[in-house]
């Protein structure tokens, strides 16, 4: 029963629902990502390679007879996931970039300013009190 108690407790904390919130929301923006990728950017890139689709980019290892299907090797695929990644992975380092740059603005709004420097008259009667003490 112990160990049911330690994982209720390590499930209900704050970070584990942030992170589970985080993977939705990151899924979500994956599929709008891969739609920019698949939609937007590819098309033109595959025009100015000569029309080429790169999804059906692959080298034929063995050609199909009768019922039996062909073997590929689909490196158009790849080349677009990969692709897909990049941008994803660009666009997740700017998103954390610009939060940053604004939690960083966020702090040193927030900062109390430091206590002012000692005047010359309190750091001499510093001095004075300490020659006293070793007197």
Known sequence: MKILDEFKTFAMKGNVIDMAVGIIIGGAFGKIVSSVVNDIIMPPIGLLVGGVNFTDLKIVMKEAVGDVPAVTLNYGSFLQVTFDFII????????????????????????????????????????IRDILKKQ
Request: charged share 25%; no cysteine.
């Open 88 to 127: 994803i992975a660009f666009s997740i380092f700017m998103l954390i970039k610009i939060m940053n740059t604004a939690r960083k603005k966020d702090e040193a709004i927030q900062a109390p300013p430091p206590p002012p420097a000692p005047s010359k008259e309190e750091l001499l009667l510093t001095e």
